[in-house]
């Protein structure tokens, strides 16, 4: 499952975590790939989102941050019921000229039933040329050892341009 929970907050801007592990625990998933996560902020009420999350819900987490401030930071959690054995928060490129916001790729290894399954988590920026420059690095940086599965916000319709590099190393899996 892939949720971007916007800091934990509803289409009504109301912030209300119980409400998203609600909606995770529903369907039931064996990981989840969180974006828009906060850790510590004052604006989130100093929680630890992913922390949070995986309490209430009985997973292991791991959080990976695009942003940092002195108190607090936002990025990318992974929820997972399986073993997480290594992790890597990396940050995406950004255009040079273009104000735009810090996103990263959280990279993870599980260990399940079948073997060590390598998970990316993601949130690629709003602009499409930024996202056809992070599309190329994390194409430049998947090393195809499978099985690995790639998720997040993409910020793009599947077919979009910018996606169409992942689509030429990876398998597209629709969602249910």
């Known amino acids: 499952m892939t949720y971007n929970i916007r800091s934990g907050r509803g289409v009504d801007g109301r912030l209300n975590l119980d409400r998203i592990a ?73 255009p040079g000229r273009l104000p735009v916001e810090s996103r990263g790729v959280l990279q993870a290894t599980l260990r399940t039933p079948m073997g060590l399954v390598r998970v990316w988590n993601t949130h690629l920026g709003l602009l499409a040329p930024e996202r056809r420059l992070q599309v190329a690095y994390l194409k430049q940086t998947l090393a195809l050892e499978a099985p690995l599965i790639v998720c997040g916000d993409f910020n793009a319709r599947p077919r979009s341009k910018e996606l169409l590099g992942l689509q030429e190393v990876l398998q597209r899996v629709p969602s249910q």
Do not use: C, M
């Not at 990025?75 to 073993?83: K, P, V």
């Open 22 to 94: 609600r909606v995770i625990a529903a369907e039931q998933p064996d990981v989840v790939a969180l974006q828009e996560v906060d850790l510590s902020r004052r604006r989130t009420r100093n929680l630890d989102q992913a922390a949070w999350l995986a309490s209430e819900l009985g997973l292991q987490h791991i959080f990976g941050a695009a942003r940092s401030w002195k108190q607090g930071a936002y990025g990318n959690a992974l929820l997972s019921r399986f073993e997480l054995v290594d992790w890597l928060p990396l940050l995406l490129p950004r």
